[in-house]
């Protein structure tokens, strides 16, 4: 399978993002990650089926969600903060089930768009 992310740009603190990560057949189990400079790549959101899980930070802010229809997984960002500042990748996850987002994980995220970055700044 293959990925394609996009979406990102320049927002204002407290703008609006949405990305998308586009496959190249039916994604089932689908993580966002972003890795800010100098920092660990961390684990965002993912979505197995209709089920959704978020990092603690975006809880109320970020939204993951699915169109089948065309094999796309968005991830809706609100209330953006400057901390929020990173490239942001999607991948592809093995598993059909949530056991945590660790993007070191090859075995579990074995396909990766090429990142989008996303910068908060007034």
């Known amino acids: 399978v293959q990925l394609q992310a996009s979406g990102g740009g320049l927002v204002q603190p407290g703008g609006s993002l949405r990305l998308s990560c586009v496959g190249s057949?039916?994604?089932?189990?689908v993580a966002w990650f972003r890795q800010a400079a100098g920092k660990e790549r961390e684990g965002v959101s993912c979505?197995?089926?209709?089920?959704?899980y978020y990092l603690d930070s975006v809880k109320g802010r970020f939204t993951i969600s699915r169109d089948i229809a065309k094999n796309t997984i968005y991830l809706q960002m609100s209330s953006l903060k400057p901390e929020d500042t990173a490239v942001y990748y999607c991948?592809?996850?093995?598993?059909?089930?949530?056991?945590?987002?660790?993007?070191?994980?090859?075995?579990?995220?074995?396909?990766w768009g090429q990142g989008t970055q996303v910068t908060v700044s007034s």
């Open positions: 991948a592809r996850d093995r598993r059909t089930y949530y056991r945590g987002m660790n993007a070191g994980n090859a075995v579990a995220y074995d396909a």
């Open positions: 057949r039916f994604l089932y189990g």
């Open positions: 979505i197995y089926g209709d089920s959704t």
